[in-house]
């Protein structure tokens, strides 16, 4: 970490689509010219007025955004007592969970799907883990009548029953992908695979900050007004900023979304808290930024989990949307600067926080942002009780109550 | 001049098409692959690709796929690829050898070492699918030192705007995409192999190979006609996989099988008289 730290942390990436040494555009020639036009497309986009009030349109009155900043008064009572005397962070929630469709995923489809619209594609595809994307895709194609195709892996067809039937209802055509260990990493090569045999009509809708620049650049924009949001509603809930911002990380979209309008608050501390499946310290877990190091996957350089002659290994999680051994490259970044925390929640701890989240708040959660509760019931009582958390509630734990109670050995 | 260059000219020079053969090293054990790739010469293999397996392979089939997956259970690693050309270097000095696969094992290994061992164990060119010529800084400075070639894809997509800067990243030979697609799930018609040299050859010297979706000795010997030379790979993956025991192991027949193959191939690509 000795090297010079940059004047801002939102400058990020630069023309070859690098933030630092990470991400770029490691895709093959077949996709290549694609990838321009999706670049070209975004950046015309970005200053397209009519374009941004529509999507600022559709999150008003489609998504219900602005989400609410929830003050989690009982959570807080509930880790004060367990705290030293004047300890225990104020812990609030950005509650991206009430979006329609459930999760944050939405912000960054209907930008997506918008610009699909206009580049003239008639077909999209998508890849999920959780089926939280696909979900959010398959609703925005239908909204805009376009055929969706969303590539699944077979293991997580198997654990996400109630989204592959939503998807279904939507209209969407859910294909399951039986290659490597069958979740998020097999169906996003799929669905790249898939793109390239179908680059003349197909949008790949990414729904990550990962994959090939403009992704990680373009989701992260769109995502970014989750932060954006916040940081309106903490100026008038508080008066001030936020002392810590906590978000789950798989690829790292919410995550990102979150901490990309703080960048440059050196007041606001931040930390993105990992899958650490069965423990770091195992192999099963999706610790990338923990455990990983750099190389290239799906069309950009960032922390793989991968062995040491390069193969990619299996990554694991109780949550299927942080079951995936990459991150997106900005988070390599601003882990290598330093400027975000990466931390990690093991599956046993995002199942202690989910129950506790229902019964003090009244809240279910998804098992992503469960990791991210598992790591705020940690570090709260930590902080001194004149300092605040938000925590990013990015997804709702209705799709995961099967998963659930399998673990918790009741029979539905 | 390099072992692709005098190649390709002295075919040229002998009025025939070049038939390039990919496989996956240690496909299906390192045994058998280095036995089939023994054999390659002799049953008419102008230039040899080697797959380097990748548990990811974006551009790839499920044939290639499995291969991969094969040729990683048996203990394929980079360095042992690297020891099969080392090996294959002490029979023939001339047949040309091609590294083909993704980048994240060079990455891995480390370019700059990847780029010694690899022109001391006897490689001659390098197909690097998921580094395209924007982010050829990673790879082309080690690769020209040690004079490795980087040949690169051309696919039907990339535009006419796009492929001076593509071709001029290429050394070696030019690899033309002949689908768009992944590998060995489309057959290409007679009207993709044709468009690929019209298209091509206003822009470079370099001699034109096409590839995806080759599969029969009439379409190699077509593609070679219209281009420089023909590249097989899935039908050969597929005539080795369909070889195995129901454990994936190979059987008694498995390198005469591969390699009656490319014998059938190189006869119809061979048949083909070119204007020298």
């Known amino acids: 970490m000795n090297k010079p730290l940059p004047n801002s942390f939102r400058q990020g990436p630069d023309a070859r689509g690098r933030f630092g040494q990470f991400g770029g555009r490691f895709v093959a020639e077949t996709l290549m010219p694609l990838i321009l036009e999706v670049e070209q497309a975004y950046e015309a986009a970005k200053k397209d007025t009519a374009f941004q009030a529509e999507w600022r349109r559709l999150l008003t009155h489609y998504v219900g955004r602005p989400s609410p900043l929830w003050y989690a008064d009982r959570l807080t009572t509930h880790l004060r007592a367990k705290a030293a005397p004047g300890m225990g962070a104020k812990v609030y929630f950005k509650r991206d969970e009430l979006n329609h469709t459930g999760a944050h995923k939405i912000n960054a489809v209907l930008g997506q799907i918008l610009l699909a619209k206009k580049m003239g594609k008639t077909r999209i595809i998508a890849e999920t883990g959780a089926g939280q994307h696909g979900v959010a895709t398959a609703t925005a194609c239908a909204l805009f009548d376009l055929p969706c195709t969303v590539f699944m892996g077979a293991t997580d067809v198997e654990r996400q029953q109630p989204n592959v039937f939503r998807m279904k209802l939507l209209g969407a055509e859910v294909v399951p992908v039986t290659s490597g260990a069958a979740t998020l990493k097999d169906a996003m090569n799929e669905a790249l695979r898939h793109w390239v045999a179908h680059v003349h009509d197909t949008y790949y809708c990414i729904g990550t900050v990962a994959g090939p620049h403009p992704y990680p650049a373009m989701v992260r924009d769109f995502q970014s007004v989750i932060g954006e949001e916040t940081r309106e509603q903490m100026m008038a809930a508080e008066g001030r900023l936020p002392d810590a911002l906590v978000a789950a990380i798989g690829g790292g979209s919410n995550a990102m979304g979150l901490f990309y309008p703080f960048l440059d608050d050196e007041s606001v501390a931040m930390y993105g808290v990992e899958a650490a499946g069965k423990g770091v310290e195992t192999h099963e877990h999706a610790a990338s930024l923990t455990k990983g190091r750099p190389g290239v996957l799906h069309g950009n350089r960032t922390y793989l989990l991968q062995d040491e002659f390069g193969q990619i290994l299996e990554a694991h999680s109780i949550s299927a949307g942080l079951d995936y051994p990459g991150v997106g490259p900005e988070h390599s970044w601003l882990h290598e600067l330093g400027r975000v925390n990466y931390v990690h929640a093991t599956d046993d701890e995002a199942l202690s926080a989910f129950q506790l989240c229902s019964r003090l708040e009244g809240i279910i959660p998804a098992l992503e942002p469960a990791h991210a509760l598992a790591y705020v019931l940690h570090q709260a009582p930590a902080m001194p009780a004149d300092k605040i958390i938000v925590m990013n509630m990015c997804g709702r734990g209705d799709k995961d109550i099967f998963t659930v109670a399998r673990h918790l050995g009741v029979k539905l | ?276």
């Open chain 2, 1 to 276: 001049m390099s072992r692709i260059a005098t190649r390709f000219a002295a075919l040229k020079e002998q009025g025939r098409g070049a038939l390039v053969t990919f496989l996956e090293g240690y496909d299906p054990d390192p045994a058998t692959s280095m036995a089939i790739l023994h054999g390659l010469p002799g049953a008419g293999a102008d230039v040899i690709e080697i797959g380097v397996p990748f548990t990811d392979p974006m551009a790839d089939g499920p044939s290639i796929q499995k291969g991969g997956l094969r040729a990683l259970k048996s203990g394929a690693t980079l360095a042992g690829v690297l020891a099969m050309v080392r090996d294959f270097r002490k029979e023939d000095s001339a047949t040309p050898i091609v590294l083909m696969g993704y980048y994240n094992p060079v990455l891995s290994y480390g370019v700059d070492r990847f780029c010694t061992d690899a022109a001391a164990s006897g490689v001659d060119g390098l197909i690097i699918v998921d580094v395209p010529p924007e982010e050829a800084d990673e790879v082309e400075p080690q690769a020209k030192a040690n004079g490795l070639d980087l040949i690169r894809l051309v696919a039907p997509t990339t535009d006419d705007a796009r492929l001076p800067r593509v071709l001029a990243a290429t050394s070696g030979f030019v690899y033309y995409v002949s689908i768009t697609g992944i590998t060995g799930t489309r057959s290409a018609s007679t009207a993709d192999l044709a468009a690929a040299v019209p298209r091509l050859r206003p822009h470079t010297d370099l001699p034109i190979c096409i590839g995806f979706g080759i599969r029969t000795p009439e379409q190699a010997a077509e593609a070679a006609r219209l281009a420089d030379g023909a590249v097989v790979g899935t039908a050969l993956v597929d005539t080795l996989a369909a070889s195995l025991d129901e454990q994936g192991h190979a059987k008694p027949d498995t390198v005469r099988k591969v390699l009656d193959q490319v014998r059938a191939l190189a006869e119809a690509v061979h048949g083909v008289r070119k204007a020298a």
